[in-house]
Structure formats: structure tokens, C-alpha cells
T-cell receptor, first 112, second 113 residues
Framework: NAGVTQTPKFRVLKTGQSMTLLCAQD?????MYWYRQDPGMGLRLIHY???????AKGEVPDGYNVSRLKKQNFLLGLESAAPSQTSVYFC???????????FGAGTRLSVL | GQQLNQSPQSMFIQEGEDVSMNCTSS?????WLWYKQDPGEGPVLLIA?????ELTSNGRLTAQFGITRKDSFLNISASIPSDVGIYFC?????????????FGKGTHLIIQP
């Protein structure tokens, strides 16, 4: 029973490089979310999806893109990484609506 | 976005002590959630509250949904070393859309043996 799985767990990028973070959930949840967590800032919503083929911007979407081609997967892309994007990224999913969300273990990204 | 204030920011306590933390909102919430995040892991749901005045327990943890619907508190009784972590409150406000879950900035709990 995997729940929400994020890959990779760690990554180091150079400024300007691109990468994609993958989130997969096996709970048949409709809603999926990407957050970033920075010291003293709590969890901030980057983008979210209310179903396959849909995406929407959250609180801090600049510099990120997302895609939800399959219901179980939600991808977060960084086209040109910047040091300000050094953070811990969490994916979450919920069955219907934004109340109880289940989180992955996180991806720790450093941009040098 | 909605404002949600969580306090205290951090707590240094002795093993065996009781712990209390709270969250307050500038808006009315219709759901309050409490999560715990262990070091190096993602947040895990502890307690969910759906009605004003609701008091819910999960082992040594007790949480309440404030009568005004603008606050919630979490108590931990007889703390043990594995209680160490960051505790987040989260609230869903009335009329909120799919992005309508707001998180507090967390309370860091540190337990000294």
C-alpha cells in the first residue's frame, strides 16, 4: 500500500538546468497538489489539479509548470532552475475536495 | 489568501510534560486538520475536525474545533521522545475552492529527556 510516492528523493541542480519531479498515487484520488516547504514559511501551494487533464495555479506558481496526463500521476517541472527554488517539495492527494490530504515523503532539491 | 496563525513557533519541553498549541484564523473555517511531520518525512494526518465545538482524541492527542469556527487547539498529554516533530494545523474555509486548504507555519516540538 504505497499511498503517495515521490521521485526522486534528492536532487542537486545547477542554475538554469531543468528537471521534472514525479508524483504517483495509488488511492484513485481526484485531487493532487504540489507544495514547497521552506524554513519559517510552512507549506505553500504551487499548483494543483482537480482531475485528469486539469491544472490550476496555487499561491506560488512562478517558475513551475505541471501536467496531469494520467489520474494517478502529477508532474512538476522546473524549466530553468534558480537558487530561489532550493526547497523541499511535497506532493499530496485527496479523494474529493481539499480537506484530508495525503502527503508523499518529499523531494529535497538544491539549486547551486 | 486566508491568514492562519499558529503558535507557538517552537516548544522546548521535558519528557512527560503536557503540550498545547493552537491556530487562529481571520476567517471562518468549516474544517480543521492537524498534521505531524517527522524529520525527513511528509506530513501525516493526526486528527480531523468538522463541527464547531467538536472535541476529538487520538491516543494522547486531543484537538478541538473552536466555537467561533476561527480557532482550533491541539493538546498532547505526557509527551514522549517520538512526539518530536513539526505540528501543522490546516483549515478549509467556507466557500473555498479546490485550493481552499490553508496551512499554518507549524509548531516545532523539541523534547528534552
Amino acid at each position: 500500500n504505497a499511498g503517495v510516492t515521490q521521485t526522486p528523493k534528492f536532487r542537486v541542480l545547477k542554475t538554469g538546468q531543468s528537471m521534472t519531479l514525479l508524483c504517483a498515487q495509488d488511492m484513485n484520488h481526484e485531487y493532487m497538489y504540489w507544495y514547497r516547504q521552506d524554513p519559517g514559511m510552512g507549506l505553500r501551494l504551487i499548483h494543483y489539479s482537480v482531475g485528469e487533464g486539469t491544472t490550476a495555479k496555487g499561491e506560488v506558481p512562478d517558475g513551475y509548470n505541471v501536467s496531469r496526463l494520467k489520474k494517478q500521476n502529477f508532474l512538476l517541472g522546473l524549466e530553468s532552475a534558480a537558487p530561489s527554488q532550493t526547497s523541499v517539495y511535497f506532493c499530496a492527494s485527496s479523494y474529493l475536495g481539499p480537506n484530508i490530504q495525503y502527503f508523499g515523503a518529499g523531494t529535497r532539491l538544491s539549486v547551486l | 489568501g486566508q491568514q492562519l496563525n499558529q503558535s507557538p513557533q517552537s516548544m522546548f519541553i521535558q519528557e512527560g510534560e503536557d503540550v498545547s498549541m493552537n491556530c487562529t484564523s481571520s476567517s471562518i473555517f468549516n474544517t480543521w486538520l492537524w498534521y505531524k511531520q517527522d524529520p525527513g518525512e511528509g506530513p501525516v494526518l493526526l486528527i480531523a475536525l468538522y463541527k464547531a465545538g467538536e472535541l476529538t482524541s487520538n491516543g494522547r492527542l486531543t484537538a478541538q474545533f473552536g466555537i467561533t469556527r476561527k480557532d482550533s487547539f491541539l493538546n498532547i498529554s505526557a509527551s514522549i521522545p517520538s512526539d518530536v516533530g513539526i505540528y501543522f494545523c490546516a483549515g478549509q474555509y467556507s466557500g473555498g475552492g479546490a485550493d481552499g486548504l490553508t496551512f499554518g507555519k507549524g509548531t516545532h516540538l523539541i523534547i528534552q529527556p
